[in-house]
Every structure is written in C-alpha cells, then in structure tokens.
C-alpha cells in the first residue's frame, strides 16, 4: 500500500475544501484496497534464476574487459614514458639532459613530457568510468532502422499511388 | 539490520560488481517490478523480457545512483524500459500495418494472456496509459505523490487528480466491489 509519504487527504485539501478532500482521500484508499486485492502474478523462479545468471556473465565480461584495457593502458604509458626519457636524454641530440640533474631539464620538454602524462590518465579514466560498456545510444540503431522501413514503407505506398 | 540499512548494504555491494549483492536485489525487487510491468503489459512473456531488460540496465547503471530515493530511481528506469517498449511496439504496428494489414487484425496491440482471466487486468486496459502507468507506478514502485509528480514532471495537482481519477475510474469499472 504507497501511503510511505504521504498524508493524501493533507496534499487534496491544498487543490480542494475539506470535504472533497476528505472524499478524494478516500476514493484513493479504497482504489488501493482493490489493486491489493488483485495481486498480479509473481516471476517464476526459473526466470529469476536466469536473470541472476545474465547478470553474473555480464559483471564477469565486464572485469575482463577492465583487465585488458588497464594493461593495454599500463603499456602504453610505459612507451610513452620510456619515449619522453629517451628523447630528454638525448636532448634532441645536440644538449645531452643527465638524470639527477632533473633542473637542467629543457622546461618545453617537461611540459611535453606532462602534457602526454596527462592524456594517459585522461584516456584511463574515461576508459575506467566506461569500463563496463553502458552505450546509452544502443538501442538508437534499432530506432533508426525502423525509421528507415518505414520511409520505404511511405515510398512504396507513394509509388502505388 | 532496518530495511533501509540492508537496501544501503545491497546498493553498495552491487555498485562494487558483486554477484551476491545482485542477486540480493533481484530477490528483493523483482516482485514488484515484475507486477508493474504485468499490469501494464498484461503479458507475461513480456514482463519476463522487460524484467530480465531491467536488471541488465541496473548492472550498467548502478553506479549513477547517488543516493536519495532508491525506489524513485529504479522505478524510473522501469517506467522508461516499459515505454521504450511501447514505443516499439507502436512503431512495429505501424510498419507491419503498411505491410500486411491482415496479421494486424489477428494481433491487438495490447495481448491479453488467457491466464489473465483477472478481471482488474481486463478493465485497467480501459484506462489511458499515462493513467494506468501513473497508477501501477505508485502502486508497484511505492512512491509518494511528491516523488511521482518530480518523476513525470508535473505539478503535484495534475498528478493527484490523475490519480484520483483513474482509480475512481477503475472502481466504477470493476462495479465498486470493494466500495
């Protein structure tokens, strides 16, 4: 019975005199008592196991697919840190840039050198925050592919005159 | 352990991907989405497939929730699920109809299960949808006036008197029984 929050005959009497109100709250109560009188059926356990079943595949393909793409993420700034020290090692081949000596860095290198960091992480944690593949547009595709039918569908009639 | 405390705890666990606390939700709420989804389908296979829809949604959704009213917000995604699928109930009508206007005449757009011999079933069909789906909403997902009007994006008023039609509605259709 939805009364959780409510004090019906209290939320009517702001749109109504009291006596209407009183009339409507009751009307509600009793249009309540006959929905509980008629339960609807329950899920069978069968599809309640199924479901608990999908649900379980689908968090387990997710965690994989979060293994894979952190490892896949881990490599890649690996390369690019081991890039960015070799190129500020060399110092584009005419400055050699020592470890240690981290303030004789070239700055424009080091801004470089941040700016690639941060687009490592940038990608890690929009990856991470789509680890589990919610596509809100997914079900787009099959709108459009109706919209498209049904344009044939008009196209046709249209030719039949 | 409240009520509240075990939803919290659930909540949680499902929003750290673990199996059991999902499991945990599908015992605790399939229930009632199953009947809000049965009430307004009248169709038992679809409910089992608009049930099944709602809690793949929750495994990718659950960490949105942020708090407030659980209930609200599940039963926004189920009121979403099932008008999606009105939506494509309407428009498959609509393409087959263009096509093969004999099939259409052999399948309403609204099936009723034999099973469903239940005469509420039969009368809350007579009901516009947005009155019937307000209805089961407040029902099934136990939500206060306040929470149904934020969820519809409407005033309090309109959702009231809604309300308080339809089930007056429903009664006067189902013979006062219970008047």
Known sequence: ?161 | MDDREELNEIIAGCQRRDDAAFSRLVNAYSKRCYGYFYRLSGNAETSDDLLSKLFMRLVEKIGSFKGGSFEKWLFTIASNIFYDHLRHQYRQKRLIEARVKQIMEETPPRPTDSEMGDKLQQQLSKLDDDTAGLIMLRFYGELSFKELSELRGEPIGTTLSKVHRGLKKLRELMGGTNA
């Open chain 1, 1 to 161: 019975m939805p009364d959780k929050n409510d004090n019906i005959e209290q939320l009517l009497g702001g749109f109504m005199n009291e006596v209407e109100a009183h009339e409507a709250a009751a009307d509600i109560h009793r249009g309540d008592e006959l929905l509980s009188e008629y339960p609807a059926p329950l899920p069978n356990a069968h599809l309640l196991e199924e479901i608990k079943a999908e649900v379980s595949r689908s968090l387990a393909a997710g965690r994989k697919r979060v293994y894979w793409v952190r490892r896949v993420v881990a490599v890649a700034a690996a390369v690019i840190i081991i890039a960015s020290v070799m190129l500020l090692w060399h110092g584009g081949g005419t400055t050699p840039v020592y470890p240690g000596t981290a303030g004789l860095w070239d700055d424009t290198a080091i801004t470089n050198l941040r700016a690639e960091m941060d687009a490592v992480l940038d990608t890690m944690i929009s990856l991470e925050a789509d680890e589990y593949g919610f596509d809100e547009g997914a079900g787009d595709f099959a709108e459009v592919e109706l919209e498209e039918l049904e344009m044939v569908a008009t196209n046709d009639d249209f030719w039949k005159g």
